[in-house]
């Protein structure tokens, strides 16, 4: 009776944990740890059991942002979504939530590096810029140096006929015959007074 009853007592304490025995990843698209030569479409997860509809998943670039990619799709055991946009070379994290048929959710990660060929860029634009431009350049700057000399003499001109106008003025001229009249009075009372 001792040996059915621990015997009942282990069932009861092991069946939880099988119950908690959750889903995990068995396949993915692009592989676990793989190094892709083209940029995926697709990332693509199959898990070995069912999963339900409110399974989800997130793509991370190295720097831990969130790339953008399309809702989740779940059939049976399988979750999918598109990436819409190419993916730069690097390496890339899939954070995944899943409910599995035990309802419990569970989460996990992997990832995979996309390391594509980089294109090189067309050199036929470069080597005809430099061409055209030095040869723009020289002849364009003879012309415009001799400008600035011609413009220096209207300046002068113009100082020239301020002060002329200053001293053609009518206050001014006052205060020059007024100075020329002090200084023939002051000569007149100096000869006076050496007379």
Known sequence: MKRALLILMALIWLLPSAALAHSTLQTALPAVDATVDVSPERIEMKFDTKIEKLSTFKLFNEAGEQVETGKAEVSSDTMSGTVPAALENGKYTVKWTIIGADSHAVEGEYAFTVDAPVQATPSPTPSEEPSNEPSEQPTEQPSEQPSPTPSATPADNESHDDLGEV?????????????????????????????
């Open 167 to 195: 001293l053609a003025s009518p206050p001014v001229l006052v205060m020059i015959g007024i100075v020329i009249i002090a200084a023939v009075i002051f000569f007149v009372l100096m000869r006076k007074k050496s007379s």
